[in-house]
């Protein structure tokens, strides 16, 4: 019951805070415009944080502070229980500036008698230059990162990650949200234990892991590793190579120029190639596989399923066939074409 309880706070605190974090005005501005700042730090409980690299803006950490339970309170209502309750610390020193906010009774336990009515959201937005990394960790909020070009490291217990225009080494992870991450590159290893992933218009080594939501991949390329346990995967236009994976639904991958390696065990698989790159490996133990390969190019063929319905009658096509195996080459033979499919497979050539 205390862990229920626990997590209750925690989602209402995330979803107020993300409703109102921004829409009014800082309790407390701390101006960063004489500093040289490469490190941000930022901690928070039950709240959200969000850091900018936007050019324009004034170097400067805002501090909101809400009351729980869409409570309106006065500047001094908020400053006696900032007092009695918190510990509130805004701080720059060696080029690093440390932003924290928490209860002064958390290294204690959690106590669920204490009155959540008096509880603060207290939630940061920084404000610095592109060139800067950043350590960000919140229990309950949502993280929005953007415009930065260092070494970033994400982590939320029960909020949503957004990333938007990184560049760098990009880390994140969330207990219990979703994720967006788009125009960023070079290295991202973002992970979800019960939310969806969106990734668009990124590049590098991408790695994308969720427990428990579907993928969503639009205009990525380079290395991309993207598997969840539990959602559908969709992607379209993938330059590079895609190894992709899902345990319960189905995929649909289209306009496809890139190495493929994809499974599925409890769903269908629909996959449309422009043009194969060095592989095409499927996997489907419990669903029908639909696949289109380019016309044009030298491919080795070697398929089998429930059934197979294509009569290879195409030009080009030398090998064997039957209405369960497929054994042969198109166009001379090249990139190794491989398929295993528990249902139907239905085969054409673009």
């Known amino acids: 019951m205390k862990t229920y309880l626990l997590l209750l706070v925690f989602a209402c605190q995330g979803y107020l805070a993300l409703g109102q974090?921004?829409?009014?005005?800082?309790?407390?501005?701390?101006?960063?415009?004489?500093?040289?700042?490469r490190d941000v730090f930022v901690n928070t409980s039950g709240a959200s944080i969000?850091?900018?690299?936007?050019?324009?803006?004034?170097?400067?950490?805002?501090?909101?502070?809400?009351?729980?339970?869409?409570?309106?309170?006065?500047?001094?209502?908020?400053?006696?229980?900032?007092?009695?309750?918190?510990?509130?610390?805004v701080s720059v020193s060696g080029h690093e500036v440390h932003a924290t906010a928490k209860r002064k009774h958390d290294g204690m336990g959690f106590n669920v008698n204490l009155n959540w009515r008096r509880q603060l959201s207290i939630s940061f937005k920084v404000f610095v230059p592109r060139q800067v990394a950043t350590h960000l960790g919140t229990s309950g909020g949502s993280i929005h990162v953007d415009n930065l070009s260092g070494n970033e490291n994400l982590s939320t217990s029960g909020g949503s990650l957004h990333v938007d225009h990184l560049t760098g080494v990009i880390k994140g992870e969330t207990s219990g949200g979703s994720i967006e991450v788009s125009n960023s590159g070079d290295n991202i290893n973002?992970?979800?234990?019960g939310g969806s992933i969106r990734a668009t218009n990124c590049n590098g080594k991408i790695k994308l892991e969720t427990s428990g939501g579907s993928l969503h991949l639009e205009g990525l390329k380079g290395s991309i590793?993207?598997?969840?346990?539990?959602?559908?995967?969709?992607?379209?236009?993938?330059?590079?190579?895609?190894?992709?994976?899902?345990?319960?639904?189905?995929?649909?991958?289209t306009q496809l120029s890139c190495s493929l390696e994809a499974s599925t065990s409890g769903g269908?698989?629909?996959?449309?190639?422009?043009?194969?790159?060095?592989?095409?490996?499927?996997?489907?133990s419990g669903g029908n596989v639909n696949l289109k390969l380019p016309l044009k190019q030298g491919l080795d063929l070697?398929?089998?399923?429930?059934?197979?319905?294509?009569?290879?009658?195409?030009?080009?096509?030398?090998g064997e066939w039957d209405k369960t195996h497929v054994k042969g080459s198109v166009n001379g033979g090249g990139a190794p074409v491989n398929v295993d499919a528990s249902g139907h497979l239905e085969i054409s050539f673009n």
Do not use: C
């Not at 974090?21 to 700042?37: F, G, H, R, V």
């Not at 969840?228 to 899902?246: C, F, K, N, R």
């Not at 269908?268 to 489907?284: A, F, I, P, T």
């Open 190 to 193: 973002l992970e979800t234990s």
């Open 21 to 37: 974090d921004w829409n009014k005005t800082p309790y407390e501005t701390k101006s960063l415009a004489n500093d040289d700042i």
């Open 225 to 253: 590793r993207a598997n969840t346990s539990g959602g559908s995967v969709q992607a379209s236009d993938i330059d590079g190579e895609l190894v992709t994976g899902t345990s319960g639904g189905s995929m649909n991958l």
């Open 302 to 318: 070697n398929m089998s399923a429930n059934r197979i319905n294509n009569p290879f009658n195409i030009s080009g096509f030398s």
């Open 50 to 89: 969000s850091v900018s690299g936007a050019a324009g803006e004034a170097a400067r950490v805002e501090v909101f502070v809400h009351g729980n339970n869409n409570q309106e309170l006065t500047r001094e209502e908020i400053k006696k229980r900032l007092d009695e309750d918190y510990i509130l610390q």
């Open 268 to 284: 269908s698989m629909n996959v449309e190639m422009n043009h194969v790159g060095k592989y095409v490996k499927l996997d489907v």
